[in-house]
């Protein structure tokens, strides 16, 4: 719900305005957020605490009797917490991926080439016959540049990760 995605919004900078400063883990965030009251239009089921999942206590009978049993609503909250496990577990697989070894490899080449055209860059103008400095220096920056072009171009048609959509997540 729009209304709903709004107010969580406006939550979440009224939390990271009160505390500026401070690094909060989900586990922080999730204390200090004052949700709205349950009434029979809106239900709020929290998640836990780490945020990986949600709590299998939150159903209000006097909201959900009607429409829902308690042991349904509990089987819906747990497959809804495996889809969030599965997500986060994805997401921190996503996050902890490491450059391949030929980036590395171009990325160092690239950087060590840069450091000799800047060295070269100042010791050049003390000697009088630079032409041979002068070419060193150039083709140092030169190869730096296309090695940089070089990964640019070979991760833009590699393409990143990608991460699953919703409806692939959930089957």
Sequence with gaps: DELYQAYITEEIERIGNEYPNLFLTREDIMENLNF?????????????KKGTG??????????LKKHISQEEFVKIIDYASLI??????KKRNADAM?????????YSAASTMMVVYMMLAYINPRFEDSMV??????SSLALS?????YITVYNYIRGGYIFASYENMVK
Excluded: T
């Design 54 to 63: 949600f709590m299998r206590n939150q159903y209000v009978e006097k909201y």
């Design 133 to 138: 400095y002068d070419a060193i220096q150039f």
């Design 98 to 106: 490491k450059s391949s070894f030929r980036n590395q490899f171009f």
């Design 145 to 149: 540049m296309v090695l940089i072009l």
């Design 84 to 89: 969030m496990k599965k997500l986060y577990s």
């Design 36 to 48: 709205p009251e349950n009434s029979k239009d809106l239900v709020i089921v929290r998640s836990n």
